[in-house]
């Protein structure tokens, strides 16, 4: 593998012996992914490292074992990611708990839908929260319409005190509403207009 080496400075030691870290992996064709060079401490590291390699080349994080093999293990960036959603479902209004339980299907639904949302770089509106005037995306379980309601909430400047007047707050209100929902059915998810277009229905995929 041109430009980039095995186990050596970078390796990550545990008790003397190689412990996890970010590796280059080639898939096989008839068997699991093997282990190109690594480990690397960081993955932009190794995504540059990637691009030195054959094709294929992919950073995973994870252990080496003794057979060579990988065991994969959530990385740093995946922890991370863990958190941010687990903040951004705490934002949820707390009558949600009594609409619906942890074994309903739309628990599973708003998961997804925060998860996507957040992913696009939109976070859900801390209603009863310090950001509260900062605005976001708001989820309305209705369990009649099999899915939730799905709207933008604008910042207090535009929502409230309407600083740039009447019509571009409307105007703005529409556009992020549509975008919110363009968003989620890119993502797959069944999405239907609601209350005139003022929010959208959001189903999971069929």
Same mark, same amino acid.
């Given at each position: 593998?041109?430009?980039v080496g095995?186990?050596?400075?970078? %390796?990550?030691?545990?008790?003397?012996?190689?412990?996890?870290?970010?590796?280059?992996?080639?898939d096989?064709?008839?068997?699991?992914?093997?282990?190109?060079?690594?480990?690397f401490?960081?993955?932009?590291?190794?995504?540059?490292?990637?691009?030195l390699?054959? %094709?294929g080349?992919?950073p995973?994080?994870?252990?080496?074992?003794t057979?060579g093999?990988?065991?994969?293990?959530?990385?740093?960036?995946?922890?991370?990611?863990?958190?941010?959603?687990? %903040?951004?479902? %705490?934002?949820?209004?707390?009558?949600?708990?009594?609409?619906l339980?942890?074994?309903d299907?739309?628990?599973?639904?708003?998961?997804?839908?925060?998860a996507?949302?957040?992913?696009?770089?939109?976070?859900?509106?801390?209603?009863?929260?310090?950001?509260?005037?900062?605005?976001?995306?708001?989820?309305?379980?209705?369990?009649?319409?099999?899915?939730?309601?799905?709207?933008?909430?604008?910042?207090?400047?535009?929502?409230?005190?309407?600083?740039?007047?009447?019509?571009?707050?409307?105007?703005?209100?529409?556009?992020?509403?549509?975008?919110?929902?363009?968003?989620?059915?890119?993502?797959g998810?069944l999405?239907?207009?609601?209350g005139?277009?003022?929010?959208h229905?959001?189903?999971?995929?069929?």
């Open positions: 593998m041109s430009g095995g186990l050596s400075s970078s %390796e990550v030691l545990v008790g003397g012996k190689v412990g996890q870290g970010w590796w280059l992996v080639v096989e064709a008839d068997g699991p992914g093997r282990i190109v060079a690594g480990p401490p960081d993955r932009g590291e190794a995504r540059w490292a990637a691009t390699g054959p %094709e080349t992919r995973v994080y994870g252990v080496r074992r057979d093999g990988l065991t994969r293990k959530p990385s740093p960036q995946d922890w991370a990611w863990l958190a941010h959603l687990g %903040e951004q479902l %705490e934002r949820l209004p707390d009558d949600w708990a009594t609409v339980s942890d074994d299907p739309l628990t599973t639904l708003v998961v997804e839908v925060t996507a949302l957040a992913e696009a770089g939109l976070p859900l509106h801390d209603s009863a929260g310090p950001s509260d005037e900062v605005g976001g995306a708001c989820l309305i379980p209705e369990p009649v319409l099999g899915g939730i309601v799905v709207t933008w909430r604008q910042h207090d400047r535009m929502s409230v005190d309407r600083v740039h007047g009447l019509a571009p707050a409307a105007l703005v209100q529409q556009v992020m509403n549509r975008a919110v929902a363009d968003v989620l059915a890119a993502r998810f999405v239907d207009a609601f005139g277009a003022s929010g229905v959001v189903r999971p995929a069929a």
